[in-house]
């Protein structure tokens, strides 16, 4: 170390020792406008948690709850690019070893600190290694990490601060299937059980959990300890109120602070009162009709292939469906129409060529394929309804009516989300069958989006073709980020043209709050932020 | 009467048993919850590992043979989604919730329907019985959600938050729900009431007593209205049926913390352990109710005697 660079490093060890400081008193006043920063804010969800452990899973109900409490090694800012949460850096540091360096200074909500055994703890729980050393029960998981990705091999400390992880084969999105997964602690886990994690946990978050009335409320206490930036005010309650129009009338009447899911005919409506304001966010829920395509050795077929094989049949589905009419009359702007495979807000995405609207192309592909007016392609499509909303429901009302105006015969058969999945897993999918459904992301990176076609799961019904399934795996292994997102690119524009579902529309989640709320700021992740939200005194 | 005690707890007994291996059988025919809490994305081995961690691979009469020695015990299991006993989870979110909010509703479509419909019948044809046959007619074709949410919006917004929107805990959050859940068996109580009360007081005995020199508020709650409420208590009872499953909307529309609550979350979520705790609960509050309302019965009425004298 030269005596010119110290300087530099020690500056560099004061913003890192800075932020782990915590504990600084939150202000009286953001942007010039007095706030109250002993109040407690009201936000009304649509529904409670049904857990909190993260293993659990971390669907977009959970989410909202889990990463109050806990958080992850990498955080997402207001734009939704990955910023450093409890690690300050992660790079690889070669084609086969990741390494994370960790945040120092940080604790649990209890005191426990967080540090590389925190991670190896949770590395072994996400893995299912060494849960009979550390006295823990299995749990049914959301991802099985040790299904999902086999070829992360290991993971060792390095020093207390550096962990790293090692894989069998290159892995570019592994800071973000990793990074994302929220880290609970390990002495008290132990100490109290897996079962505990479900009641009453300690995180690291900003955000300690008080009290949890199941199906009414979860009250949380501002973590005055907490490293970054913390709430503004004292109390956080999530409130569950799961009629939307019951959610209005309680914002309306000022009993609540800020309400989600806001339905998009009521944002006109609520954007127009001056005590409230409407804000929305771009979601990665993505809602789709997926078509069988499989093979006739891939599902219980009774010996037929998928009817939806044909890319072209899959594409002429894809131009029979009027988008723009959906988002503009269903939603009221509410949504996006995307042709890329990869949520907008996802890192990787690529913005592909929308699909026409072109239901003359529509039908002559339809021909080209061998299906005519005597012999029409028929679709037996499955809707669970009332699972996804009401938007959902209308819409997949008016694609089939736009299908059968290219002369499909769609049938639908309505039924519960439960029994849709059970068809799936039972893989008694219909030759000429289908299943209308939306599917999001918890990680920030493409990957979980790209690669729904490369094995069979519940949801992949059109699998890679071998020269589709080498360029998606070339793009999990190219671990330099360049080269990574032009192959990501071109996958994304092969993906688009090869059509394997019929792409709806892109959600867009719309929150109104009371003017009472300061620098809300709505995330495109599955869970709301409330660091640095504040109420006007 | 012991002996029909005795008779009526046996058989009590069996319909519960019937009821609950019903629902063991018929929720497993539904759909697999190991698939529901797994992600889209996954495999069929992942799918199958989570049905070995819950032990839904293990064969049904295991399964069932295993269900069949804890149930009675109160041991339901841990239901799959909250990682809780099942049976904890229910009687939680019974008592006090839905259990105040029955009660509260129970009490509003038992006593408003007596002077109601008595009021009623005694008026005919009056001012009085056609705004309660009016009114009755309204509250009965409304449906409950609907309902509820003109109350919430009439109270909690128009009216400046005279009421809350949501939530439970005080005597404040319990009006609008019970009154919603009331309504529909309040309607149809004051109807049983009116029709009874126009029946009886049309019979031989009504007129002696009047004849008798008796005062008429006598006449109508000692001896007419003894004789009408026979069917009102009876569906009374079954009412409580009704409340139970009505507050499976109720308590969505008010964000009422209940049992409604919970099931609406477990059906779709195929929660084996918390349906079949509820449906035993369920169950149990139904033949109770049911005995209690045979033997109030024969008490009012002896003609309706099932017990003593060996009847």
């Given at each position: 170390?030269?005596?010119?660079?110290?300087?530099?490093?020690?500056?560099?060890?004061?913003?890192?020792?800075?932020?782990?400081?915590?504990?600084?008193?939150?202000?009286?006043?953001?942007?010039?406008?007095?706030?109250?920063?002993d109040a407690e804010l009201v936000v009304a969800l649509t529904a409670d948690t049904t857990n909190l452990d993260p293993r659990l899973g971390m669907g977009s109900i959970r989410s909202n709850y889990i990463r109050q409490v806990f958080e992850s090694l990498v955080d997402v800012d207001r734009q939704?690019?990955?910023?450093?949460?409890?690690?300050?850096?992660?790079?690889?540091?070669?084609?086969?070893?990741?390494?994370?360096?960790?945040?120092?200074?940080?604790?649990?909500?209890?005191?426990?600190?967080?540090?590389?055994?925190?991670?190896?703890?949770?590395?072994?729980?996400?893995?299912?290694?060494?849960?009979?050393?550390?006295?823990?029960?299995?749990?049914?998981?959301?991802?099985?990490?040790?299904?999902?990705?086999?070829?992360?091999?290991?993971?060792?400390?390095?020093?207390?601060?550096?962990?790293?992880?090692?894989?069998?084969?290159?892995?570019?999105?592994?800071?973000?299937?990793?990074?994302?997964?929220?880290?609970?602690?390990?002495?008290?886990?132990?100490?109290?059980?897996v079962e505990a994690l479900n009641d009453k946990p300690v995180g690291t978050g900003p955000w300690k959990l008080l009290a949890w009335k199941r199906k009414d409320h979860m009250l949380f206490e501002r973590h005055d300890g907490y490293w970054g930036t913390p709430g503004f005010t004292k109390r956080l309650r999530l409130q569950v109120i799961p009629e939307a129009a019951a959610r209005i009338a309680a914002l309306r009447a000022g009993q609540v602070h800020l309400v989600e899911a806001v339905p998009p005919l009521d944002t006109e409506v609520l954007g127009k009162q001056p005590a409230l304001r409407v804000v929305s966010s771009?979601?990665?829920?993505?809602?789709?009709?997926?078509?069988?395509?499989?093979?006739?050795?891939?599902?219980?077929?009774?010996?037929?292939?998928?009817?939806?094989?044909?890319?072209?049949?899959?594409?002429?589905?894809?131009?029979?469906?009027?988008?723009?009419?959906?988002?503009?009359?269903?939603?009221?702007?509410?949504?996006?129409?995307?042709?890329?495979?990869?949520?907008?807000?996802?890192?990787?995405?690529?913005?592909?060529?929308?699909?026409?609207?072109?239901?003359?192309?529509?039908?002559?592909?339809?021909?080209?394929?061998g299906f005519s007016r005597e012999r029409p392609l028929t679709l037996q499509l499955l809707l669970p309804a009332k699972h996804y909303g009401q938007a959902f429901d209308e819409s997949v009302a008016a694609v089939v009516e736009m299908l059968k105006a290219v002369g499909v015969q769609v049938m639908v058969q309505t039924l519960d989300f439960g029994t849709l999945l059970q068809t799936l897993t039972k893989g008694t999918l219909p030759p000429n069958g289908g299943f209308a459904a939306c599917r999001t992301s918890n990680n920030l990176d493409a990957d979980d989006f790209v690669r729904d076609w490369a094995s069979t799961t519940l949801v992949n019904w059109t699998p890679y073709p071998p020269d589709l399934l080498a360029l998606y795996q070339s793009t999990r292994r190219q671990v330099d980020a360049g080269k990574r997102l032009a192959l990501l690119a071109e996958l994304q524009q092969r993906v688009r043209d090869w059509a394997p579902v019929v792409s709806l529309y892109q959600e867009k989640k719309a929150y109104a709050h009371t003017a009472r709320?300061?620098?809300?700021?709505?995330?495109?992740?599955?869970?709301?932020?409330?660091?640095?939200?504040?109420?006007?005194? | 009467m012991r002996a029909f005690l005795l008779r009526r707890l046996v058989h009590a007994v069996f319909v519960v048993w019937g009821v609950v291996t019903v629902v063991f059988f018929l929720v497993r025919l539904t759909g697999d919850p190991a698939a529901l809490l797994v992600d889209a994305s996954a495999t069929r081995e992942e799918v199958a590992h989570a049905r070995q961690v819950l032990g839904l691979d293990r064969p049904l009469y295991v399964q069932y043979a295993e269900f069949l020695t804890s149930a009675p015990l109160g041991d339901f299991g841990l239901s799959i989604r909250e990682r809780r006993p099942a049976m904890r989870m229910v009687l939680e979110h019974f008592w006090p919730a839905t259990a105040q909010l029955a009660f509260a509703a129970l009490v509003l479509?038992?006593?408003?329907?007596?002077?109601?419909?008595?009021?009623?019948?005694?008026?005919?044809?009056?001012?009085?019985?056609?705004?309660?046959?009016?009114?009755s007619l309204f509250l009965q074709s409304m449906p409950s959600f609907w309902l509820g949410l003109m109350l919430i919006l009439l109270f909690a917004v128009?009216?400046?938050?005279?009421?809350?929107?949501?939530?439970?805990?005080?005597?404040?959050?319990?009006?609008l729900p019970a009154l919603t859940l009331a309504a529909a068996p309040l309607a149809q109580n004051v109807r049983l009431i009116r029709s009874g009360m126009l029946e009886v007081l049309q019979q031989d005995y009504v007129r002696t007593a009047r004849a008798k020199g008796l005062a008429e508020r006598g006449v109508i709650y000692r001896h007419a209205l003894r004789n009408a409420a026979g069917p009102f208590l009876t569906v009374s009872g079954l009412s409580l049926g009704f409340m139970l499953s009505g507050t499976i909307v109720i308590e969505t529309v008010f964000s009422w913390p209940g049992m409604g609550r919970l099931i609406v979350q477990a059906v779709p979520g195929r929660d084996f352990p918390v349906i079949q705790a509820a449906v035993f609960l369920f169950a149990i509050l139904f033949v109770a109710v049911n005995l209690v309302v045979d033997v109030l019965q024969g008490l009012l009425d002896p003609r309706a005697r099932v017990f003593g004298d060996g009847g």
């Open positions: 170390m030269t005596p010119s660079h110290r300087p530099i490093l020690w500056l560099a060890l004061l913003v890192l020792l800075l932020p782990a400081s915590g504990g600084a008193a939150p202000p009286t006043s953001v942007d010039g406008v007095p706030i109250d920063p939704g690019r990955p910023v450093p949460g409890l690690a300050l850096s992660w790079k690889p540091v070669n084609d086969l070893t990741w390494e994370f360096a960790l945040r120092r200074g940080v604790t649990f909500h209890d005191g426990e600190p967080f540090n590389a055994d925190t991670v190896l703890f949770n590395l072994d729980r996400m893995f299912r290694k060494n849960l009979d050393r550390w006295g823990i029960k299995d749990v049914p998981a959301g991802t099985a990490f040790d299904k999902v990705y086999p070829f992360v091999t290991r993971w060792e400390k390095v020093d207390d601060f550096t962990v790293r992880v090692h894989t069998s084969e290159p892995s570019s999105s592994l800071w973000d299937f990793l990074g994302r997964e929220p880290l609970v602690p390990r002495a008290w886990t132990i100490k109290h059980g771009v979601q990665k829920l993505a809602c789709r009709v997926y078509v069988n395509g499989r093979a006739k050795e891939a599902y219980e077929s009774g010996g037929q292939d998928g009817l939806f094989a044909d890319p072209r049949v899959r594409m002429a589905l894809n131009l029979a469906v009027n988008r723009e009419a959906i988002i503009a009359k269903i939603f009221h702007g509410l949504a996006l129409a995307n042709a890329s495979p990869v949520a907008t807000v996802a890192y990787g995405h690529a913005p592909q060529p929308p699909y026409p609207y072109d239901p003359g192309r529509a039908r002559a592909l339809l021909a080209e394929a709320v300061l620098r809300f700021v709505p995330t495109q992740e599955l869970n709301m932020d409330f660091r640095g939200v504040a109420l006007r005194r | 479509a038992v006593v408003l329907p007596i002077p109601l419909g008595v009021i009623a019948a005694t008026h005919r044809n009056g001012v009085l019985d056609h705004a309660s046959r009016l009114g128009a009216l400046g938050g005279l009421l809350p929107a949501y939530g439970w805990g005080t005597l404040s959050h319990l009006i």
